[in-house]
């Protein structure tokens, strides 16, 4: 046996680490999965889908044109009914004529991987759900179908994954309790923390035990100090143990101070409330199991940001949202050559913007490699908003899922090269703020699952037709 076999087989892990450096880290996740399946190297984004897609993408245009995507994100939500908990359509592995979540979604693998599938992500809710009127129950998860919120039991949930996955590199992300309350910081009091403690520890022990799902992530409970999650916390050292843990998730950065907390804390968690995230709690067994943020991005800054706080994969609705808008990105990760500009530039260019692009037969992005830069240019892009034709949305989803793959690509880089820091301090000095990606701008339709729907008098879409 080599060394390398040697090392292959005592790994059970399917997590490795290749290099880390001040906390930050690069490696390599493959679930296990009887099909071939792309390993993810991380830090790496992971692409929500909605209803079966990346929007504005069909799997073909995936397939050719955005060869950097790494691993979807499915919201199971998508799926449930408002009032029966079978699986609608035909989605039903196992059952005769029945397909399995991966072949239903039909995102095809790029063809960068030939042969090779994606890896796939589900957990109860989408990737930023909104939050639900119902708060969830001891055994029910709140969800969001098409028809309205429902609880659905967490046994039902596992069940639906395991009998519409198996063995094709889905990964099962545990449901998780948390204060979901719209607009404003939680306040979560004494009961409502040891109801939080209870339920995820129950609904990971739930998740885990499920021997025919092969990866399951646990969450890291939001808004609560580590020392207080120390019994949970050894709950998951148990599964890890075991090989019944693949992963971490955490939801929210923001939720994770507890404002009045009427439990008294001792010095040691007041400390560790107050000092946020911070992996180097962790004991030791779990200090090597992936890291997945699941926090609502607000763009590359914050992306960066959250790499640097430790994180494996980061969820990618910033760059959905970002196309939504009729924005292209226009930043890349500077090199320690690189000069500081005296202005910080933009982000991103406005395409919605005529005066500035109508008449420009430029790419988005000069030199960029990506479908719609090679093919198309600006003006083009520009008149296609105007015209609300669905391809401008197509163009700048190729376009910007391109720039934050290769974003990605270079902090792998930075990382194996021990120069992160640096070239993320000359970013965050050479663009301008997440916050001016926050254009209001007329997209594409609004859909039921972006926004709240309470008693609005406004119409959200407004009427396309009119008088001429
Ligand atoms: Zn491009």
Redesign the pocket.
Known sequence: MTVEAQTEAMTVSPFRILSRAHGVRAGVFRPPAACPIRPIHTPEMIVPTSRGTIPHLTPDNVSRNVPSIAGLHVGIEDYMDKTAMAAPLAIEAGRPGGHSLREYISVLPPQAAPGEQLPIFVSPRRANPIPSPQPNGDKAVSIQTSAGFRPVDVDDYLAFVERTTRDDGVVMLSPVDMPMVPGRKPRIGGNRIKKMLLRNSRWSAASTDRSALASVFAPIIPGLAWAMQKTYVDELVAYAAAGRLAGLTLWDLESRHIPESPIKLSAEEEESTASGVHWDHLPEALADVLRFSMSDLEGPHQALNTIAAGFDLIGGDFVLKTTDRGLAFTFTLPTTETAVPAEPAPLAINLWDRELFQYDTK???EG?Q?F??KNHHRAYITHLLAVKEMVAWTLLQI?NL??AGQLLADVREAIAAGDFAARLALFEVSYATDASLNVESPGPRVRGYQVRLGRATERLNPSPFHSL
Do not use: D, G, I, S
């Open positions: 790419p988005l992005v960029c990506c719609a830069c376009h391109h720039v």
